[in-house]
């Protein structure tokens, strides 16, 4: 299993990493907490999430109806919507507009999309340069990684690291390692970027169906520059972000800026309904939304696994999983890592391909205890799992199967064959609690850092007979 | 997952369901916790053919496998007794999973039934028996571990801490990072050991600062995995499944 020895090396770097236990660690403490303290009343909390939950499982029911209408609002708006079955359908609708307008450079708000598209590889290819204006992923970008949170892209840097990176990338500019300073300096080096770039590129945090408006959440102001300031603005984005109707915004931005960060609201919100009209005096000319399936109908199909597109990127789930707090993002080796990630990338590139992801989580629940749309993540995991060992070949989920092995699939055999024959299990139990003292005392892994647990003298099933307990 | 809980009256008779964990490597927490409800004038039944409620080939994906353990389960409880559990992770299969797992089968009417009468040790003491209890024991401090299905599957942390509160010389103590799991996960520590040894290594270490001198908890795979690290570092800390340890500090003759 190539790819999971990939998992384990990544796991094992990560695990080795002082900057994870340490300042990742506590960074996540402090999402936990600011979050906490942003829903402090239990049941309002519940009664959102509830209504969150009913808004994007409606939005999906009714996917195909809406996404028209979505198209035809958007048209009546001037907003040109393209539809993209693959990433590389994506990557050409973006690359043929940039060449359109001859433009050699494309400033970039936040998106998840395009990185999940490989977008800045792509376009590079082509002669194009990419610049990434949110400073998490600016930083990034510097630094030749890729982010390992989908709310706080650079979180596993500390702020000496990204001083050295400015330092080693800007020789000229002073070093500091003042989080104002820094900061002043990158939107220094941008302003300049985003006058330059003839092209502006941003990602849809909700495509409401009904007015044909594409909202975006924002903190730094660079996704109203990106999708403002040059005469072209694209937005890409995934077929399951639209809802349906404006009303439905609110319940929603809530739950997500809460969830995320803590905010009551963030510092932007856009709501971007149309290019410039006339007599207008800002605003691009042009404006560009890339629907993105890459997989999300196969999604869709399932009963089930379809929860999996309710989610609106807040990013909680990863922040409160204890697996995520020690491995960080990078070692998924997916767009998306967290718990969220382990059911969305795994059902989009194949469970041959990211097969482990699934296995990666003690089904604590942490995950799904917080989701504010209430996606049942422990559910969907284990599902995933199901898939990647089924032989019945019934099932759509891409790299269904591939994780079956003969042998765990033997021990799983035997097993159930034992435990759904009562005397054989006692027979069984009774013979291993005789021969206790004969059992081995280093059992794999489990006792690298673990004794050995102790087998009882005698059964349960033998102390209840002993203790005149009845069997019926 | 937080559906408005409903408890039956007190019952004449009660089916116990011990869990294979504990009857392989903790009896003695099985029998407790079938003497505790004894002890309130309640006949407990052991089905001698009980084995294991199916989540290990479950969660490891192999539901072929664990549905045809878990209906043997069904054969096991057929009266209208509520069903008592003394593991928040078997209770919560049974009660949570089972109507999932049998939806759409013939078994499937069995299964949601079985399932609306699984009870969870402590929550059937406190709310249904309505328990209380007399610490005959020595003053302790203790650290109580709850694991993750008791805490957001079948909810009852505080019935947990609860019987502990009700007990006079117990000090209960509250570790760092209280909710976070131990690493256990069934076949994760088997699959991903690295993370696992991590998170059960800082868990450890939660508990052992918090100076206490048991660590309780009311599942055994948590205990197993805890109690095992602590006994690898050659920590002196006791660990006791929730059951036995109220029933050796209520026990009259046990002290
Ligand atoms: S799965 Fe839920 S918690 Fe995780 S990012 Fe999506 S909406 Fe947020």
Known sequence: ?472 | MTEEKRYPEKPEKVYYFGTCLIDLLYPEAGLAGMQLIQREGIEVVFPQDQTCCGQPAWNSGYRVEAIRVAQHQLDCFNEDYPIVVPSGSCAGMMRHHYPEMFKGSTDELRANTLAGRVFELTEFLEHVLKITLEDLGSPVKVALHTSCAARREMGVATEHEALLKQLSNVELLQQSRKEECCGFGGTFAVKHPAISAEMVSEKANAITATGADTLISGDCGCLMNIAGHLEYQEKQIDSRHIASFIWERTHATER
Not at chain 1, 67 to 80: M, R, T, V
Not at chain 1, 163 to 170: D, I, M, V
Not at chain 1, 349 to 358: E, N, Q, R, S, T
Request: net charge positive; aromatic share 6%; charged share 25%.
């Open chain 1, 1 to 472: 299993m190539q790819q999971s020895a990939e998992f384990h090396t990544r796991v094992e770097h990560a695990l080795a990493n002082g900057q994870i236990k340490t300042s990742f660690r506590s960074a996540m403490d402090g999402l936990m907490a600011k979050r906490k303290a942003a829903f402090p009343d239990p049941e309002a909390l519940e009664t959102l999430r509830f209504r969150g939950a009913q808004i994007r499982a409606n939005s999906l029911s009714k996917l195909h109806e809406l996404l028209e209408q979505l198209e035809n609002n958007c048209h009546k708006n001037g907003i040109q919507v393209h539809w993209a079955e693959r990433i590389e359908d994506a990557n050409n609708i973006v690359l043929t507009i940039m060449q359109n307008h001859q433009a050699d450079l494309l400033i970039k708000g936040k998106s998840m999309v395009s990185e999940e598209m490989e977008l800045n590889r792509f376009l590079e290819q082509h002669g194009i340069e990419c610049i990434e204006s949110d400073l998490g992923e600016y930083i990034l970008q510097l630094a030749g990684e890729p982010p390992s949170h989908i709310v706080a892209p650079a979180i596993h840097k500390s702020r000496q690291q990204i001083a050295q990176l400015f330092n080693e990338k800007f020789p000229d500019i002073p070093y500091s390692d003042d989080v104002d300073r820094l900061t002043r300096n990158a939107r220094e080096i941008l302003r300049k970027k985003f006058y330059a770039a003839r092209v502006g590129l941003s990602g849809v945090n909700f495509a409401v169906a009904e007015t044909g408006t594409l909202c975006l959440v924002e903190n730094e102001g660079n996704g109203r520059m990106c999708t403002t300031v040059p005469p072209v603005h694209i937005a890409v984005t995934g077929i399951e972000k639209v809802v349906e109707k404006l009303e439905h915004i609110p319940p929603l931005l809530k739950l997500l800026c809460r969830s995320a960060t803590g905010q009551a609201i963030t510092t932007y919100f856009n709501m971007i309904t149309s290019p410039r009209k006339q007599g207008e005096k800002d605003g691009p000319e042009e404006i560009h939304l890339v629907l993105l399936d890459n997989g999300r109908s196969r999604i869709y199909e399932d009963d089930e696994l379809i929860t999996t597109l309710r989610c609106i990127r807040c990013g909680a789930c990863m922040n409160h999983c204890p697996v995520y707090a020690r491995i960080g993002g990078h070692a998924y080796g997916s767009t998306i890592p967290g718990p969220i990630g382990s059911i969305l990338e795994p059902q989009k590139a194949g469970l041959d391909k990211l097969g482990d992801l699934p296995s990666a989580s003690t089904l604590c629940g942490a995950c799904a205890e917080v989701c504010p749309v209430h996606i049942p993540i422990p559910k969907l995991l284990n599902r995933l799992r199901f898939e990647r060992t089924r032989n019945d070949h019934a099932g759509a989920t891409l790299g269904q199967s591939s994780g079956r092995t003969v042998m765990e699939a033997g021990i799983w055999k035997g097993w159930s064959w034992v435990h759904s024959q009562p005397r054989l299990y006692r027979l069984a139990m009774y013979i291993i609690t005789r021969l206790r003292k004969l059992l081995p005392q280093r059992i794999g892994p489990w006792t690298q850092v673990r004794k050995a647990p102790h087998i009882a003298q005698k059964t349960l099933h033998e102390l209840a007979l002993k203790e005149g307990f009845n069997d019926k």
